[in-house]
């Protein structure tokens, strides 16, 4: 059983379009967030929702929205895409203070 | 934020050589994390440093945390390609725990 999931894997898509990318975790964690890896393999947190509530929103532009219908999934919405926004997005989760587990990450790129 | 800045950025050995990698800050640390991510994956957990002078070992890993807390190395004894990947220091920080990544090593293993 994949412990953190996230889909879709790869995605391909227009400037100015619209996106999502969903994000599942199977461990009962209580905590989940959104990192963003650019094309120098910088990884840099971006958000964290700690029991559905946003607990970190660092300076990302506010196209980016996430979304937690519940405490096992984190979702990530991107509005008007530009082409600096194509980056690998990786959810992961932790019982807060504990271990952090990664997703196998979202390639986006935005053409 | 805590900078962390690793070295070297890009290292290709030949199997069988030894290693060192590094990664250091200003800053003081409680703790120190280092993960290996392989390409298309999320990066793994490897180990987690907690006091001054402490060395762990993961089989031909070993992991070193400096005396002040500052810095940490990661050396690796007959280096296989298996070895091979992206080596990335973090701490842990913050209201969410989330970690603050360094600038990674990528590290290419010869057969």
């Known amino acids: 059983d994949t412990a953190v999931s996230q889909t879709p894997k790869y995605l391909v898509t227009q400037m100015g379009n619209d996106k999502s990318i969903k994000c599942e975790q199977n461990l009962g964690h209580d905590t989940m967030y959104w990192y963003k890896q650019d094309s120098k393999k910088f990884l840099k947190i971006m958000f964290s929702?700690?029991?559905?509530?946003?607990?970190i929103n660092e300076t990302v532009p506010n196209r980016f929205s996430p979304k937690s219908p519940d405490k096992a999934h984190l979702n990530l919405h991107i509005n008007s895409l530009e082409l600096g926004d194509s980056a690998v997005y990786f959810c992961?989760?932790?019982?807060?203070?504990?271990?952090?587990?990664f997703g196998e990450g979202s390639w986006l790129t935005v053409v | 934020t805590q900078l962390l800045e690793q070295s070297p950025q890009f290292l290709s050995i030949q199997e069988g050589e030894n290693l060192t990698v590094y990664c250091n800050s200003s800053?003081?640390?409680?703790?120190l994390q280092w993960y290996r991510q392989e390409p298309g994956e999320g990066p793994v957990l490897l180990v987690t440093v907690v006091t001054g002078g402490e060395v762990k070992k993961l089989k031909r890993l070993t992991f070193q945390f400096g005396d002040a807390r500052k810095d940490s190395s990661l050396h690796i004894t007959a280096a296989q390609p298996g070895d091979t990947g992206l080596y990335l220091c973090a701490s842990l920080s913050g209201s969410a725990r989330q970690l603050t990544f360094g600038s990674g090593t990528q590290l290419t293993v010869l057969p």
């Open positions: 992961a989760s932790s019982q807060l203070g504990n271990t952090i587990y």
């Open positions: 800053s003081v640390f409680s703790s």
């Open positions: 929702y700690n029991n559905k509530e946003l607990i």
